[in-house]
C-alpha cells in the first residue's frame, strides 16, 4: 500500500499516515447469549498508532482476537489491504502479516530466546522436510539469513546480552520484549499489541513505549494496541477507538476522545437521578 | 581448565550455531565416533554384543524417535511397541518379497511404511492432548499388535505365526540369520544409530523443530505466530515412527531374528522405550542416548555384580534386580526431574566455571 490515498495526511510530528489498512465493518460477536462486540465498525490506516481503550469487560481484547482470527464474528466484515478477508485460520491470518503480542506472555519456555525470536519467521521459511532433516546447504543458508535478520531485531530491542538465555528464565519486563521482538521478527504489516505495559514499572513502561514509537518510525509498522494507561495511550496514539460494554463509544484523535461526554462518562460513571 | 569457552571466538553465525560449540565437547565426540568405529569392533564379542551394544543402539533409534514426539512436540504416545511392531513386520514382508533388495533398503522402506501408519494414528491428536491422547496411542498399540496375531497374510501363513528373518548381507558380510559376525551387525547397527542421530538433530535445530517445539510450549502461540497445527502434529508423528520403525525392523530382523509380536512388541515394549526418554531427558538427543544406555545397562550390571561378583542365586538376583532399577529410577527422576540430560548440563555449566564457584 504504497501508492499515497488521498486521504493521506501529515501528523504535526512529520510521520505520514497513510490510507486505510484494516477496517472493521459492522463487526457483532456473540458468545451464546453474550454479545461481546455489537456492531462496531473502525478503520486503522497505514502507518499509524491506533489505541483501543475501554473499561475492563468493553470487548477489547475479544475485538484483536477477531483481527488475529481466534474469534469469528458472527456478523460483520473484515477488510484487510483493501480486500475482504474470507475466513481464516490464525496460521493464516499470520501469513498475511499480522502479527500480535499477548495479554499475559505466551512465549514458548522451553526454548531460548533466539529461538523463540526465530519462530517468528517461520511464516518466511520456505525449505522442506527433506532438505531440513540434511541440513547441509539449502536449510542451513536459509536459516543463517533468517539468523541475520533477526539479530537486526535482537540489536534494536536492546537484549543481546540474554540471547541465549531460555525464556523460562526472564524476569517479566524482559520476557514482554522479546514477546515483540518475535512478533517484530515477522516484519509485520499490521502489528496487534494487547496490554504491552500491563504490570511494568514506570521505568519499564518507558522503555516499551520508546520502543513502540520506534517500531513505527523505523520500519513504519502499523500498530494497533489496547492499553489501560491513559497517559501512555495519549502520548502514543494517534487515534483511539473508546469501547464500553461491546460498544463503540468514541473514535477521533487523543484529544477528542478526551472531550467526548460518553468517555467520560463512560471511565467515571454517571450520576443516577 | 580444558572445559572453557573462552578464547573460542565464533565469527560466524554458522559457527555460533554449531552442534557443540565448545572445542573440548568437539573432540569428545570426534573421538567417539571413532573409538565406536575403529576400536570397538576389533574387540567386540558375542556376550558384549547381545546383552548390551545391540539392544543400547537399536533402543537409542527407538528413544531419539519418541523423543521426537514426546520431547519435542509434546504429544504423548503409548504405542511405541506397535509401531516397532509395524517397522518389524513390514522389514519382514519386504525381505520376503523382494530378497534381492539389499536389507538397507528394506530397513529404511519399513520405517517409511511405520510412518505412514503413525500418521494415521497420529491423527486424533489434532482434536485431543495429554493423558487422552496416551489413551488414543495405547488403542495403537493393541490393535497393531492384534493385527499382526490374527492376519496370516503378515506371518506368510507360517505355523508358528513367528516371523522369521532370512538370511541376508550387506557388501558380502552377513547381517541377518543365525551366522552372523558380531562385528558386523554392529558396524550396520552403528550406521542407523549415527544417521538418525544426525537426522533428528538437523530437524530439530531448524525450523521443523521449533514448530515441534512452539506447539508443546504453547500451541495457541504456536498458531498466532503462523504454525500449521496440524501439519506440524502430524509430522512429528511421521518423523517419530519413522525411526520407531528402523529400530523396530533391526530390531527384529538383526538382534532377535524370530519374532512373536505379542512376546516382543507387546506393551512393556512402549513403557520401556518412555521410561528412556524420561529417565534420559526429554527434548533432548543425548537424553536418549543416556536413557537407552541406563535402561540397557542397568540389569547387566546388576546381573554380573550381583550373581557375579557376590554369587547370589539367579532367581533372587533377578527379583532384587527389578527392585534395585525400580528404586534407581525413582532416585534419578528426584534428583533431576528433567533427566540425565539435564544433570549433564549441570554438570557441564558447573565445569565451565571449575575452579571458580561462579
Known sequence: MNDMSPDSYVTPDGRTIGGVVMEMKNITLRFGGVVAIKDISFDIREGEIRAIIGPNGAGKSSMLNVISGFYVPQEGEVWFRGSKRPQMKPYEVAGQGIARTFQNIALFDGMSVLDNIMTGRLTKMKTGLASQALWFGRAEREEIEHREQVEKIIDFLEIQNIRKTPVGRLPYGLKKRVELARALAAEPKLLLLDEPMAGMNVEEKEDMSRFILDVNDEFGTTIALIEHDMGVVMDLSDRVVVMDYGKKIGDGTPDEVRGNQAVIDAYLGVAHD | ?358
Not at chain 2, 544409530?193 to 502461540?221: E, H
Not at chain 2, 527379583?319 to 549433564?344: R, T
Open chain 2, 1 to 358: 581448565m580444558l572445559y572453557r569457552e573462552a578464547g573460542d571466538f565464533k565469527t560466524s553465525y554458522r559457527d555460533d550455531s554449531q552442534t557443540f560449540p565448545i572445542r573440548f565437547d568437539r573432540t569428545a565426540y570426534y573421538v567417539l565416533i571413532a573409538v565406536a568405529l575403529v576400536i570397538v569392533p576389533f574387540v567386540i564379542n558375542d556376550y558384549w554384543l547381545n546383552a548390551v551394544l545391540l539392544p543400547f543402539l537399536i533402543y537409542a533409534i527407538a528413544a531419539l524417535g519418541l523423543n521426537v514426539l514426546v520431547g519435542y512436540a509434546g504429544q504423548v504416545s503409548l504405542g511405541t511397541g506397535g509401531f516397532m511392531a509395524v517397522g518389524a513386520y513390514a522389514c519382514y514382508k519386504l525381505m520376503t518379497s523382494f530378497p534381492d533388495v539389499n536389507i538397507f533398503f528394506h530397513i529404511i522402506l519399513a520405517g517409511a511404511v511405520t510412518a505412514l501408519v503413525g500418521l494415521l494414528f497420529g491423527l486424533p491428536s489434532l482434536r485431543i492432548k495429554g493423558f487422552y491422547l496416551a489413551v488414543a496411542t495405547l488403542a495403537a498399540q493393541f490393535f497393531l499388535v492384534w493385527l499382526f496375531n490374527r492376519v496370516p497374510w503378515f506371518y506368510n501363513y507360517s505355523a508358528s505365526g513367528q516371523i522369521n528373518a532370512p538370511e541376508r548381507s550387506v557388501f558380502g558380510m552377513k547381517v541377518t540369520g543365525p551366522e552372523t559376525e558380531a562385528w558386523a551387525t554392529y558396524l550396520f547397527c552403528l550406521v542407523f544409530v549415527f544417521l538418525s542421530a544426525w537426522v533428528v538433530r538437523n530437524l530439530t535445530r531448524g525450523a521443523t523443530g521449533r514448530k515441534w517445539m512452539a506447539i508443546r510450549d504453547m500451541d495457541i502461540a504456536a498458531e498466532i505466530i503462523g504454525v500449521n497445527p496440524l501439519r506440524a502434529k502430524l509430522s512429528a508423528f511421521a518423523v517419530s515412527s519413522f525411526f520407531v520403525g528402523v529400530a523396530g525392523a533391526l530390531f527384529f530382523s538383526v538382534y532377535l531374528g524370530a519374532v512373536e509380536v505379542g512376546e516382543a512388541f507387546g506393551i512393556q515394549k512402549s513403557f520401556l522405550v518412555l521410561f528412556m526418554i524420561i529417565i534420559g531427558g526429554l527434548g533432548s538427543i543425548f537424553g536418549s542416548f543416556a536413557g537407552a544406555a541406563f535402561m540397557v545397562l542397568m540389569p547387566v550390571l546388576l546381573k554380573n555384580t550381583l550373581v557375579g561378583g557376590l554369587g547370589w542365586a539367579t532367581d533372587l538376583a533377578a527379583h532384587l534386580e527389578f527392585m534395585i532399577v525400580g528404586g534407581l529410577i525413582l532416585f534419578f527422576l528426584i534428583v533431576e526431574p528433567h533427566g540425565l540430560a539435564a544433570l549433564w548440563r549441570t554438570v557441564k555449566e558447573k565445569l565451565r566455571l571449575w575452579p571458580f564457584p561462579h
